[in-house]
T-cell receptor, first 112, second 112 residues
Framework: EAGVAQSPRYKIIEKRQSVAFWCNPI?????LYWYQQILGQGPKLLIQ????????DSQLPKDRFSAERLKGVDSTLKIQPAKLEDSAVYLC??????????FGSGTRLTVV | QKEVEQDPGPLSVPEGAIVSLNCTYS??????FMWYRQYSRKGPELLMY????GNKEDGRFTAQVDKSSKYISLFIRDSQPSDSATYLC????????????FGKGTTLSVSS
């Protein structure tokens, strides 16, 4: 089966600019997650979708981050405006109701 | 106290050694326990998945969960240079679809 697709792979932006990441999950996986992984840390959940709906966005910095999942398939994560501390790898994952996640390769964001 | 604690290492072993990786956790509600392997510049990939307490074996890998001690382990037998990666423990609560909480990851290097 095809894996979780993410783009772009790398992005360099200046602080206060905006950026968007795209994710296409595995076909049939209703649950989609965005995680932030700072260098040397484990992934931290930003937002969890179940089909179109948000299940958990308690750790999403809503003043600057937003995410949507249209038609219960693809998802985009946006940061506006970016801060230096947003430099990280943004990982998208999808799963069935029970079981492990399948992660994409991530988008490596550098904010300068 | 963090919910999931994992020694970041690094851990260096010779080829053929037995490797033991460990995590402790504080939330007694955790029921699903997983180990992910992450190669440099890649997304995490699922290695082992266990529910509740007990052992699970898959080839050279054995996962153990001791819920009474809130302690989980991953053992790698006959370690290979290709096992060099970061190993992340992850766990979630007893409701299906609850998002995973990750440890920081342990970096393992196996020398030939």
């Amino acid at each position: 089966e095809a894996g979780v697709a993410q783009s772009p792979r790398y992005k360099i932006i200046e602080k206060r600019q905006s950026v968007a990441f795209w994710c296409n999950p595995i076909s049939g996986h209703a649950t989609l997650y965005w995680y932030q992984q700072i260098l040397g840390q484990g992934p931290k959940l930003l937002i969890q979708f179940q089909n179109n709906g948000v299940v958990d966005d308690s750790q999403l910095p809503k003043d600057r981050f937003s995410a949507e999942r249209l038609k219960g398939v693809d998802s985009t994560l946006k940061i506006q405006p970016a801060k230096l501390e947003d430099s990280a790898v943004y990982l998208c994952a999808s799963s069935l109701p029970v079981g492990g996640y399948t992660f994409g390769s991530g988008t490596r964001l550098t904010v300068v | 106290q963090k919910e999931v604690e994992q020694d970041p290492g690094p851990l260096s072993v010779p080829e053929g050694a037995i490797v033991s990786l460990n995590c402790t956790y504080s939330n007694s509600a955790f029921q699903y326990f997983m180990w992910y392997r992450q190669y440099s510049r890649k997304g995490p990939e699922l290695l082992m998945y266990t529910y509740s307490s007990g052992n699970k074996e898959d080839g050279r890998f054995t996962a153990q969960v001791d819920k009474s001690s809130k302690y989980i382990s991953l053992f790698i037998r006959d370690s290979q240079p290709s096992d060099s990666a970061t190993y992340l423990c992850a766990m979630s609560g007893d409701q299906a679809g609850t998002a995973l909480i990750f440890g920081k990851g342990t970096t393992l290097s196996v020398s030939s």
